[in-house]
C-alpha cells in the first residue's frame, strides 16, 4: 500500500500494488499415462500387525529373585537430570526403561546394569551433537533411584490373545479382520498415489509463472 492521504475533512485515498495469480491453460490430459504401484497384501503384512497387537498387549511382571540389574531388565525408576556444566533439568517418577534396548545411549544402558532395589546412582551420559538440542554436545548428569525390575511377558498368537481383544473367537478371524482393514488401506494409498502422479504429470506439461509473493509465502 503506497501513496495514502488521509486529511481531515477529506477522503482517504491510497495505492495499493499486488501480483495476480497466473492464468493456467490446462494442459491436453486425455491419454495422459502414469505409473502406480496397486494394492497388494502379503500374510508378511498380517504377521507384522498381529505381533504389533500382542506387543501392545503385553504385561510387565516383577522379577522375584533378589539380584542385581542386567541387560534385557525392564527397570522403574525415579530419575532427575542437569547438565554437568549447569542449565535447566527435569525429573520423572516411575519410568520404565529396558537395560539394553538401542534406543538408549550407551552410558545409560551401561549405568543402569549392576543396581540393586532402592539403589540411588549418578550416571553421565555425554550426548552427540545429533541429540535434543537442549541437551546436544552436553553431559548430563542422571541421578536414578530402583524402585523395581520387571519382565516383559508377550502374549502368544492363539486364540485366546484373539478372545481377549474382545471382538474375535479366533486366531483366524482376527487375522481375517486385520487383512480386511491393510487391504481397505492399501486401496486408499493406491488410490492417493495415482491422483498425485495424474497431478504432477499434469503439472509437467503445463507451462506457467509462480508469482514471487507466493514463492515467498510459502517460505
Known sequence: V??????????????????????IELPD?????????????????VDKEVDRLREEAARYDPVDE???????????????WKPVDGGKGGHDENALIEIGNAGNHADMNKGLEGLSLAETRDIEVA??????????????RYTVTLKGIKKKVVPDADDEFAKDLGEFDSLAALRDRIRQQLQAAEERRAD?????ALVEALVAKADFEV?????????
Open 2 to 23: 503506497e501513496e495514502v492521504k488521509l486529511e481531515e475533512g477529506q477522503p482517504m485515498s491510497f495505492k495499493a500494488v499486488f501480483e495476480t495469480l497466473p492464468l
Open 29 to 45: 490430459w486425455k491419454g495422459l499415462r502414469v505409473t502406480a504401484q496397486g494394492p497388494a497384501v502379503v500374510e508378511e503384512d
Open 66 to 80: 533378589a539380584r542385581p540389574t542386567q541387560a534385557g531388565d525392564y527397570v522403574l525408576l525415579d530419575l532427575a
Open 127 to 140: 550426548w552427540g551433537e545429533d541429540a535434543a538440542p537442549q541437551i546436544a554436545g552436553k553431559t548430563v
Open 192 to 196: 492417493r498415489e495415482t491422483k498425485g
Open 211 to 219: 508469482p514471487e509473493a507466493l514463492v515467498e509465502r510459502h517460505m
